[in-house]
């Protein structure tokens, strides 16, 4: 009945997938825990090679195919009518996750479980990803496609676009081809816990390639109101007052005093959000 779908990059998956497992079992009802690895490294490849457990399939491609293809792929591998997304580097923190969801499999909406992080602090480098995921990312109502349901039906009239390059705001752009299709987002407490913490350098260069992705939705849209994105919404107030013009010609010179602040040990999330702001108007 149901079909839980990860794909793999670089990840070790034995833990997350036992856990999934037993509580799967637990429901009684068909399911499969499909795994599909995106050409990781060998070491990764060897370790889940290993998962040993019934309804469970292992599929390695040879060649990177990206965030979105892989997850199309997943749904055409996929034998069951529920589709339960999520990335390969989360955690369960609830032992009723998988029944959570189960309760809304017969609503014909899409659920999201939303995202946590751990309580306690990280090392210094990686600070940053922490702070902002905590205070922006967990209770947050945005679409995150590392942790959703959907009927494949639903699916089959969206997929996962090509048209972003690499990581960040295929989740924005999923969510709002959901809403244009009249199809109900759901937002539930049912969260999984994001481990891979990034170092601030990563993060910060994950943040430039996501905004750079919402550039690309902005242009792909057309939408002059921007309402799916507080960064685009700021922007057109600001623009009204003259702010974005100036953000535009101070931020080059700013850029290394905000990306080293940022790389700190106390990083702010206000210098983040000028950073950010100041990057976006530059594209």
């Not at 497992?21 to 370790?47: C, M, N, P």
Request: aromatic residues 10%; glycine residues 6%; neutral net charge.
């Amino acid at each position: 009945m149901f079909s839980i779908c990860i794909p793999i990059y670089n990840q070790e998956l034995s833990q997350l997938v036992y856990e999934l497992h037993r509580q799967a079992v637990a429901t009684g009802l068909a399911f499969e825990i499909l795994l599909i690895d995106d050409a990781s490294k060998q070491e990764y490849r060897a370790e889940n090679r290993l998962i040993d457990l019934p309804h469970v399939r292992y599929i390695q491609l040879e060649k990177n195919i990206g965030r979105a293809k892989i997850r199309n792929l997943l749904v055409e591998e996929s034998k069951y009518q529920y589709l339960i997304f999520m990335d390969g580097d989360m955690g369960v923190e609830s032992g009723d996750y998988i029944r959570n969801y189960v309760t809304y499999m017969n609503d014909g909406i899409v659920c999201v479980g939303g995202r946590t992080y751990e309580l306690q602090r990280p090392v210094p480098q990686k600070i940053l990803h922490w702070k902002y995921g905590r205070t922006r990312e967990t209770n947050s109502n945005i679409f995150m496609t590392c942790n959703f349901m959907i009927d494949k039906t639903h699916f089959d009239q969206i997929q996962f676009t090509m048209a972003l390059d690499g990581y960040g705001h295929e989740d924005t752009l999923f969510g709002i081809q959901l809403k244009e299709a009249g199809i109900i987002i759901q937002h539930i407490t049912n969260p999984l816990i994001h481990l891979d913490v990034k170092d601030a350098e990563l993060f910060l260069n994950h943040t430039e390639n996501a905004l750079r992705n919402l550039a690309k939705i902005n242009r792909l849209l057309q939408d002059q109101d921007g309402n799916y994105s507080q960064l685009l919404q700021t922007k057109n107030k600001l623009d009204k007052t003259g702010i974005t013009v100036l953000a535009r010609t101070l931020f080059p010179l700013v850029k290394p005093l905000l990306r080293r602040h940022l790389l700190s040990k106390h990083p702010s999330l206000l210098a983040l959000d000028v950073y950010k702001f100041g990057f976006f108007v530059n594209l």
